[in-house]
């Protein structure tokens, strides 16, 4: 998955800049969190393979880039929290 897009993080800081847009953050949240789910059930972060030093780390790197979207939504989410109050 790659990084959120700047047209994402821009829909994100609006939503976080009204506090009546509440909703629509949840659902826009809800939404990035069912496609990593979506994305962890692919076959390249299957449970069957055997790990090894090699394919651990290559694991861990493919869980690090699915997760980095979602983490930059996160980190607007918390410092736009932070901000409002």
Do not use: W
């Amino acid at each position: 998955m790659p990084e959120a897009s700047m047209d994402q993080l821009e829909q994100l800081k609006d939503l976080l800049s009204e506090p009546k847009q509440v909703i629509k953050l949840t659902d826009f949240m809800a939404h990035a969190s069912k496609n990593i789910v979506s994305e962890l059930n692919e076959p390249k972060f299957s449970l069957q393979m055997q790990p090894n030093n090699d394919t651990f780390v290559s694991r861990i790197q493919k869980y690090e880039e699915a997760m980095q979207s979602m983490l930059t939504k996160k980190c607007f989410l918390v410092d736009g929290h932070k901000n409002s109050n």
